[in-house]
């Protein structure tokens, strides 16, 4: 069945580094694929997604690029800030499917 | 804005008890989705529903049941509850298959 990998935390990095949180994907069809945010003691919001191969999704500053050749769909964001501290989770939705896929989370902190 | 609420934050039941999660949704989603959330295992589905009255069992439904009388709500029962289902339960909405999906802020459910 379809499944989703993350890379595990915790991740913590210093204000204004580059952050990388890795993603591979198994899927039957041609899913698309979300990255979500949850802050503390909130839902998931979604950070942003992609629909199809190549495409690239972002969102204050963090970008994904849908890669199918590497089944992989990697978040980055250049300079991360102590308000980026949060549990990333990658999604995979496949076309008429009703349920989504989930990795496990990563939590990322930001220290100042 | 699409808006998900959820009846608790926090929650505290006995073992044994009946308990009912109750999730509402404003933006006429047909679909709706109920979520635990444990550390390491990432959200796993309980059981989503794609129309009045109808429901599908989702990766992990023993000990759950789901209600959904109306479009906007669906309800989540744990029908005699164990310490095993403490957990966060986070309830989503979507438009249609594989769409984005909306969260709630989650209910943090302790069995004693």
């Known amino acids: 069945g379809d499944s989703v990998t993350q890379m595990e935390g915790p991740v913590t990095l210093s204000e204004e580094a580059f952050l990388t949180i890795n993603c591979t994907y198994t899927?039957?069809?041609?899913?698309?694929l979300f990255w979500y945010v949850q802050y503390p003691g909130e839902g998931l919001q979604l950070l942003l997604k992609a629909t199809k191969a190549d495409d690239k999704g972002s969102n204050k500053g963090f970008e994904a690029t849908y890669r199918k050749e590497t089944t992989s769909f990697h978040l980055e964001k250049g300079s991360v800030q102590v308000s980026d501290s949060a549990v990333y989770f990658c999604?995979?939705?496949?076309?008429?499917?009703?349920?989504?896929?989930f990795g496990a989370g990563t939590r990322l902190t930001v220290k100042p | 804005d699409v808006k998900v609420t959820q009846s608790s934050r926090y929650l505290v039941k006995r073992t044994g008890e009946k308990v009912f999660l109750e999730c509402v949704q404003d933006m006429d989603h047909e679909n709706m989705f109920w979520y635990r959330q444990d550390p390491g295992l990432g959200l796993r589905l309980i059981y989503f529903?794609?129309?009045?009255?109808?429901?599908e069992k989702g990766d992990i439904p023993e000990g759950y049941s789901v209600s959904r009388e109306k479009k906007e709500r669906f309800s989540l029962i744990l029908e005699s509850a164990s310490t095993n289902q403490t957990s966060m339960y986070l309830c989503?909405?979507?438009?249609?298959?594989?769409?984005?999906?909306?969260f709630g802020p989650g209910t943090r459910l302790t069995v004693t």
């Open positions: 999604a995979l939705s496949e076309l008429n499917n009703n349920d989504m896929r």
């Open positions: 899927a039957t069809g041609y899913p698309s």
């Open positions: 989503a909405s979507s438009f249609g298959p594989s769409g984005e999906q909306y």
């Open positions: 529903s794609y129309d009045v009255k109808m429901k």
